[in-house]
């Protein structure tokens, strides 16, 4: 059974560096698709970030292309997110998620953020 | 990007009852559209893609249909297992975006 559980501080000052990992159990991250992050607001409104592909490359939505990166480590099939220069509009609960085709069929349970001084 | 308008943001309904939500696209996104279900403290879960396809192990009583900008789930006979919130996700064109969420309750 394919699993994804995302780690990270709960809590970032800002200014500072958001780095989030995502663990993957049950499925080889570069035997193919797409592995993304996606956020949720307050008040629900969702925000797909980016992904980075099966071979490597990367993905990212422009509204975030200065700040964000994704990347991975193969030998531990995990995958990472980092957002930098973070403000208070960077509070969310984030997801990352099995791209498959264009469409997410795989999703962790979620980890809540809070930029906060 | 395409924005997304998803209504309702909440709706009430009785066990059996069929339900509906819809999504409208501000341009054609030519039934790129996908579906979830997201129950609370859960992650969310794939119902349906390309607008009308139901994913794997979804119960038939889930629907999708639509075409051009206006898109619709519907549930048939709902069943208490059903109260969740539902969103929809274009993937017609980057970036992907989301619709704001419905969140069904039962009545």
């Known amino acids: 059974e394919i699993q994804l559980q995302e780690s990270g501080p709960g809590l970032v000052k800002p200014s500072q560096s958001l780095s989030l990992t995502c663990s993957v159990t049950g499925y080889t991250i570069t035997s193919g698709y797409d592995w993304s992050w996606i956020r949720k607001f307050p008040g629900n409104k969702m925000e797909w970030m980016g992904y980075?592909?099966?071979?490597?490359?990367?993905n990212y939505n422009p509204s975030l292309k200065s700040r964000i990166s994704i990347t991975r480590d193969t030998s531990k099939n995990q995958f990472f997110l980092q957002l930098n220069s973070v403000t208070t509009e960077d509070t969310a609960t984030y997801y990352c998620a099995r791209l498959i085709a264009y469409y997410f069929d795989y999703w962790g349970q979620g980890v809540m953020v809070t930029v906060s001084s | 990007d395409i924005q997304m308008t998803q209504s309702p943001a909440s709706l009430s309904a009785s066990l059996g009852e069929t339900v509906t939500i819809e999504c409208r696209a501000s341009?054609?996104?030519?039934?790129?559209l996908a579906w979830y279900q997201q129950k609370p403290g859960k992650s969310p879960q794939l119902l349906i893609y390309n607008a009308n396809s139901l994913h794997t192990g979804v119960p038939s009583r889930f629907s999708g249909s639509g075409s051009g900008t206006q898109y619709s789930l519907k549930i048939n006979s709902l069943q208490s297992e059903d109260v969740a919130s539902y969103f929809c996700?274009?993937?017609?064109?980057?970036?992907?975006?989301f619709g704001a969420g419905t969140k069904l309750e039962l009545k």
């Open positions: 341009e054609d996104i030519y039934n790129g």
């Open positions: 996700q274009q993937y017609y064109d980057y970036p992907y975006t």
């Open positions: 980075i592909s099966y071979s490597g490359s990367t």
